[in-house]
């Protein structure tokens, strides 16, 4: 693509960024920066709880958006900042209010379990949170927000690059797998456990909530927890 000069990333956290010199964001930058930008604003405002039954939706159509943000990041070539070291992006905020209440909001469903690496050697499946997730890569991604604020539009998009393919892109997908997986089973009256041979499920008279309760309850059950 075009839209980034052709560079060598580092292969570590420790990269050639630094003082902070500030330009002018191109249209990719800022794209990348609205999409970050909308994201943290809209899982903040999700974590609020206004709309309860509203949660995995939105969570579901906010990390699918990210994603989009992440794979154009992925598909452009090395982003390397100007400056040799990164510059102090000040003190991070305290995630842990979104993480308790995000965590809440999910109670039923928030445990998920996920293989970390699809390409690696065969292991069990892990359990994660969706809500320890969804605060992490908040984190990350208001990390590389202040930098872009602060006019360091290089060094803002090393670290979004860095950090999606490092973390968050990862996260993200394993998270819109949880959350794609639990809207099927209550879209198609499907709770987890049930037999998975079409059989008809139409009349069990089940509600939404009482769905997305059983299959927190399975998946628990599935993890021994």
Aim: hydrophobic letters at 40%; proline letters at 7%; aromatic letters at 6%.
């Amino acid at each position: 693509m075009s839209e980034q000069p052709s560079s060598t990333q580092p292969s570590s956290g420790t990269h050639p960024a630094g003082t902070g010199h500030k330009h002018e964001p191109d249209d990719f930058a800022v794209q990348i920066a609205d999409s970050v930008e909308s994201f943290v604003l809209a899982v903040t405002e999700v974590a609020k709880g206004d709309e309860p039954g509203s949660v995995v939706s939105l969570l579901l159509l906010e990390v699918s958006q990210l994603l989009l943000a992440g794979g154009r990041l992925g598909a452009i070539e090395d982003v390397v900042p100007e400056d040799r070291f990164e510059p102090d992006a000040g003190p991070e905020p305290d995630g842990v209010e979104l993480r308790e209440r995000l965590a809440e909001l999910l109670a039923p469903i928030d445990v998920y379990h996920e293989v970390f690496d699809p390409y690696g050697p065969p292991e069990k499946p892990s359990a994660f949170r969706i809500s320890d997730d969804m605060a992490g890569v908040v984190a990350e991604l208001r990390h590389g927000l202040t930098h872009y604020q602060e006019g360091r539009v290089s060094e803002a998009l090393w670290w979004w690059q860095f950090s999606y393919l490092s973390s968050w892109g990862s996260t993200c997908t394993a998270v819109l797998r949880a959350l794609q997986s639990l809207i099927a089973h209550v879209r198609l009256d499907s709770p987890i456990g049930a037999a998975a041979d079409g059989a008809d499920t139409d009349d069990d008279g089940l509600t939404d909530e009482q769905l997305e309760q059983q299959a927190g309850d399975l998946m628990a059950a599935e993890l021994g927890l």
